[in-house]
């Protein structure tokens, strides 16, 4: 088996990569065609493999594909945290299981080679939760694991209209609320993955987790609804619309984060929350998509309450090149 560097030559090798794939939040979900969904994870794939060929690897046997490897340097994360943080972003692997632990071996190794080449301290992974054989593989290789993650949705083509409270409502933000949803975000975020990494300082992922809220309510890709209720603003739920209908004739909303001030947590807020953000993009979306980490139990029940289905679970592994 020979792993070579991806390049333009080796686009239409991907094609049977995917042809039996059944990873990932779109092939997991019976309601949609998996055809249309192994098309997306192959566009996927080859979008990023085509900006970053330099850290992209595709393991060849008998001159037939078996296997992709995508990874990158994080700049941004590499200039905040101080060391240099790389991602594993796609790993995809053909045949039985001995088969592809070999094939996994092979680009594993290769991706090692190149993180001690450019130095790298630090790589985290995220892999489907039924993708044993990669996430046994990337254990073998000084992953370790940090958090699962739950991929679950709302069909609003199936689920009857909610009505808010009379004393409720949800708005855009105000141009000066920006420090006050950034307060009430404040230790909403302490199961993430960061948090459960003791080698990064508490002090610097509480700054994260506050760029982030930031950055999102900055950035125009995101929407910000706010939720003011009984006369007090109560929390904020970020998102963004991502057109699918090209694969499924359908448009998906993105939650990004949800958060209540501390206060307010526990009083039934979450499910207006949660209810009053599906109204405001129904008759945009069909589709209400929603993540979160499964240490969060509050949460996790909340989205049950308010009718979310599990579409996959993926987990997260984090390695350190160098012990401390």
Known sequence: MQVVQFSERSTSDLGP?????????????????IRQSRRLEHDRALAFLRLNPTSSWLAVDVGKSQGILGMRISQWDTEFWGVKFATLDHLVTLGSEPERRVVCEHLLRTADAWCEQLDVDFCSARIDGHDVTSLQMLESHGFRYIETTVENYVDLRRKEAAFLPRSSSLRPPRPD????????????????RFYADDRFPRHKVD??????????????EWKTLVLEADG????FITYRIEDLT?????????????????????????????????????????????GLT???????????????????????????????
């Not at 990569?17 to 065609?33: I, K, N, V, W």
């Not at 700054?207 to 125009?220: A, C, F, G, I, T």
């Not at 007090?232 to 929390?235: P, S």
């Not at 309450?305 to 579409?311: D, E, I, L, M, N």
């Open 207 to 220: 700054d994260m987790y506050r760029l982030w809220v930031e950055n999102s309510l900055r950035d125009p």
């Open 232 to 235: 007090a603003v109560r929390g």
């Open 177 to 192: 609320e920006g420090n006050s949803l950034v307060t009430i975000a404040q230790d909403a975020f302490l199961s993430h």
């Open 17 to 33: 990569l995917f042809a039996e794939y059944g990873f990932g939040r779109y092939c997991h979900d019976r309601f949609l065609d």
């Open 294 to 324: 499964t240490r969060n139990l509050h949460s996790l029940n909340l989205h049950t309450k308010v009718g979310f289905r599990t579409a996959c679970c993926s987990v997260t592994l984090h390695r350190w090149q160098h012990e401390p």
């Open 246 to 290: 090209s694969y499924f004739g359908l448009q998906f909303a993105k939650w990004r984060m949800a958060a209540l001030s501390k206060s307010n947590r526990g009083l039934g807020y979450g499910v207006v929350l949660f209810r009053g953000a599906m109204e405001s993009v129904r008759g945009q979306v069909q589709i209400v998509d929603s």
